[in-house]
């Protein structure tokens, strides 16, 4: 014979006994009606993993739950059962999870916090800056209070495509990418199974980024006269300091900018870059140790004329900044190349291509020689294998040449005279430079 089913009217005016009693309603959903009037709804169960019966609360008819709520939060729980799951657990769990989420462990954010904690540690420290900045900025307002298993590709889709509207195609293509991360650091560690970006590349989702050249000047006269306006800068002898070591060593502008004078080893004559100033390398990412960058005996002068106007302790900046203990702004050296009329024809980075080109296409240096100074990967079978401090006296020399180069072409005014300072330069020095 079927069990008789409850009625709304029979739920509503159920009356309060000396003892607790239920109502049934079919299905295993019960009305519990207490000595005091409280209504409450329950459901009976066999644990799915012993097979023993287990009683769960729906909510309180006095809440606002009607019969109608109880049944389809039964047939939940009934549904959850016949997966092999106990729904009394599931509730726990369920609740746990909330929790986390407004306690901002498991918000978009709180897993950001704890990924970048650990991945801050294998870049530079500006690098790291930046991305955070990033985050800061475009991602967190929208999605960061979220919780990351709610997050979906619809929802990450908009947000790029807002700040590919905003103007900075960039910015967007590399939140894409931190975003990423961040949801596969939350499937490694078992808070989803799939990351919702697996969907978010190709053209649908971002326009293309082209591939970025910073303005550099790659013509003997053309540097000539940049370093006679360098020797010229009417600035800050700080900067103009910056400016030649800048050019004299061609590393990346934040590493230069984050030297300290710890770091200056003047009996070997080397600069040793430590990985929390670099991009996060091949080096950095598998050996961890420093980058060697020999000094030539024009950047030893430059460096000691430096400490002498501005002395300093081993852990200071070489170019402090304005606030003590803070190293000059990061627009330092592009600032003063503005001032200077290159604007759009050269910034700090493009010392690098600057000194990449010439050296070897002027110089005859060797390609492997300049790459691994840039720190770069070197191209071949072996790329992947050298340490830092591989060619250290090859580098040596070549570090010597240039800085020769640009200080015998400052007062070139023909392309006769570059090309003789060129071929004088290449008869000279050594022939390990070459391949």
């Known amino acids: 014979m079927a069990e008789k089913q409850l009625t709304a009217v029979a739920a509503k005016n159920a009356k309060p006994k000396e003892k607790p009693y ?36 729906l909510g309180r008819y006095d809440n606002g739950v009607l019969l109608s709520d109880a049944r389809t939060a039964r047939d939940e729980a009934k549904r959850l059962v016949s997966l092999g799951k106990d729904p009394k657990q599931a509730k726990r769990e369920e609740k746990a999870a909330q929790a986390a989420v407004e306690n901002g462990e498991t918000s978009f954010r709180g897993v950001a916090e704890q990924w970048y ?11 790291a ?32 495509g807002r700040i590919e509207s905003a103007g900075v195609l960039h910015t967007a293509h590399r939140a894409r990418i931190e975003i990423s991360m961040i949801c596969t650091a939350a499937v490694n560690t078992g808070l989803i199974k799939m990351t919702p970006t697996g969907t978010l590349r190709g053209r649908g989702v971002l326009s293309p980024e082209r591939k970025r050249h ?19 800068y009417s600035g800050s002898p700080g900067t103009r300091r910056m400016l030649w070591l800048a050019a004299m060593t061609f590393q990346r502008p934040a590493q230069i900018r984050l030297a300290r004078w710890g770091q ?79 604007a759009k024809k050269l910034t700090g980075h493009g010392f690098r291509a600057m000194a990449r080109t010439l050296l070897a296409g002027k110089l ?58 060129a071929v004088s330069l290449k008869s000279r020095h050594d022939l390990r430079l070459a391949e």
């Open 129 to 160: 800056k930046k991305v955070w900045e990033r985050l800061e900025k475009w991602v967190f307002p929208s999605i960061g209070k979220i919780g990351i298993a709610d997050i979906d590709p619809p929802m990450l889709s908009q947000l790029l």
């Open 264 to 342: 200056i080893d003047w009996e070997s004559e080397c600069w040793a870059c430590s990985p929390d100033m670099m991009k996060g390398s091949l080096y950095d990412k598998e050996y961890g140790g420093t980058h060697l960058v020999p000094l030539s005996n024009q950047a030893l002068s430059m460096l000691r004329e430096l400490h002498d106007l501005f002395p300093g302790e081993l852990d200071d900046y070489v170019f402090s900044g304005r606030k003590r203990g803070q190293p000059v702004s990061a627009e330092t050296v592009n600032k003063a190349l503005r001032s200077m009329g290159y």
């Open 214 to 232: 910073y303005p550099t000047l790659t013509d003997p006269m053309a540097v000539a006269a940049l370093m006679r306006q360098i020797d010229d």
């Open 117 to 127: 904690a650990k991945w801050k540690n294998g870049v530079s420290e500006y690098h």
């Open 364 to 421: 005859g240096v060797a390609e492997k020689f300049v790459e691994h100074q840039l720190d770069h990967a070197v191209k071949g079978p072996l790329g992947n294998t050298y340490d830092r401090n591989q060619w250290v006296d090859e580098r040596r020399g070549m570090m010597q040449v240039w800085s020769d180069y640009l200080h015998a072409l400052t007062p070139t005014h023909s392309k006769e005279d570059a090309d003789a300072v």
């Open 22 to 57: 239920r109502l049934a309603d079919g299905g295993g959903l019960y009305l519990l009606v207490s000595p005091t009037g409280a209504k409450s709804w329950q459901y009976v169960y066999r644990r799915p993993a012993t097979g023993r019966l287990d009683t769960m609360t």
